[in-house]
């Protein structure tokens, strides 16, 4: 194990905010956490133990002129074995080599060509003792918008030679309700629908199966040519499973799993040919308190039953929070945990090694709190399995909603949406939202592992507030033009 040093300044060469301080950990160059074992010096500095190395850095910074995120130090991606490290410094250095890298080969726009000379000017005034902590903290706010807009622009450019006319793209359509403005924004926009099967709604009482709803929805997809998903067959969630289920043991809950898939998947096989076999299977979100042995088994005996039922089918084991800030933390969604909590990776990791049958890596992507360019190289990481990846969920806030206002501090630091809570260029709004939206389609469309795209809610009220395509009465979002423009360039029409 290797005691770290972190000097983290803020704009006035001053330690930033504890709340930030407490938010460093250190992973390593696959994004796989350590448990955060950090303790903040009188003089400010971060002492945190690593015990992989070469490591990364990640802390939540606010950042002049772009927001509050999760900012990354990689050492040019070869990673840092040293025990000291100036955060700021090293993180402008991480982000200048990832603009010139995604670069490459590409004439740049004035845009970010404005950016990345802007950051290596307010670099050298600030080795020049010129405002010293704020030029530097200016620099890095440059750089990342630099590295965002070259890989933005090297994607449409791949985009554009490589159009993705088989490319799904989708939402949830929990809320179809007939022949309305929903349905025709929907269909206008989308050839992917996710449907609902979770149990409290198809098996409220113990042996009584109810598909009415899911029947209406997949009738009106099959009328619009939109293809559907099922989700999900297991979801060890506590608010989406019915009362009769607790208690039981994993036996009996996992005989009934393979009931609940043989059923279901039997009943719509030709209708719906995709399934998320299993939901959030990393223990984040894990009721019955299964141990990690049984998630597995859970998952394996999923994802068979569901090949047995449809050997046809695609089986998706679709996972949340993609950078694992939780492990660093040691909790999950019902809070502290004693073991430590498994990362999505690892997950994938130990399902592949166990043989687990399944086809697709299914990623949420809800608001990361992450620049563009750190949510790229996660990508990396779940494609390095050799299967597709299926963004399965995502959302980024349109703004606060009516009467409230946003505040990354008060964010719950241990929920799913305080974790991936932050600021991205501006405060949210329609516009900041349609822009973030335009570049992270791109960004994925323009890699060919990604074979669909799912956003999450089509309309308020949403899972993440204010992140649906439309509102209550369904008047549309800026968004929803932003995606309706976007998808011809995706489909190469």
Known sequence: ???????????????????LLNTLYASDLHFEPDIRRSRIMPDGTVEIDVTKRPYMLHCRLNIPLYGNIWVMAHNQGRGYTTDAVDFVSEALE????????????????????????????????????????????????????????????????RLARNPR??????????????????ARYFTELFNFATLPFYYYQVVPEEGVFDYGRRDEILEWCEKNGIKAKGHPLWFGHGGVNPKWMFGKSFDE????????????????????????????????ANCFEF???QLMEMTRICCETVRESNPDA????????PFAEYVAGKFVCYGPVFERPVSPLTFFERAVEKGVDFDVVGVQMYFPARDMVAISRILDEYARFGKP???????????????????????????????????WHAPWDEHVQANWAEQFYTMAAARPEIKALTWWDFADPGFMKTS????????????YFRLKELKKVIMGK
């Open 1 to 19: 194990m290797l005691t770290v040093k972190v000097k983290i300044t803020g704009t006035n060469g001053e330690p930033v905010p504890e709340y």
């Open 94 to 157: 991480t982000y200048l080599y990832e603009a010139e890298r995604l670069g490459k080969g590409i004439e740049l726009s004035v845009y970010a060509k404005g950016h990345l000379d802007a950051a290596y000017e307010y670099k050298t005034l600030s080795e020049k003792g010129i405002d010293r902590d704020y030029c530097r903290l200016k620099a890095l706010s440059h750089a990342i918008f630099a590295a965002e807009a070259a890989l933005f622009e090297a994607s449409k450019a």
């Open 165 to 182: 006319p088989d490319m799904l793209l989708g939402c949830n359509a929990f809320k179809y309700s007939g022949d309305n403005l929903y």
């Open 253 to 284: 809950l996992s005989r009934f799993a393979k009931e609940f898939i043989r059923k279901t998947v039997t009943r719509y096989r030709g209708r719906i040919d995709i399934w998320d076999s299993v939901n959030e299977p990393h223990d984040w």
């Open 291 to 293: 141990s990690q042995e």
């Open 314 to 321: 695609i089986s998706v084991i679709n996972v949340c929070l």
């Open 389 to 423: 990846v299926h963004i399965t969920e995502m959302g980024v806030p349109g703004g606060p909603a009516r009467g409230e206002r946003d505040n990354v501090e008060t964010a719950e630091p241990q929920s799913q949406i305080g974790l991936t809570k932050g600021v």
């Open 468 to 479: 649906p395509f439309l509102f209550e009465d369904n008047v549309p979002r800026e968004m």
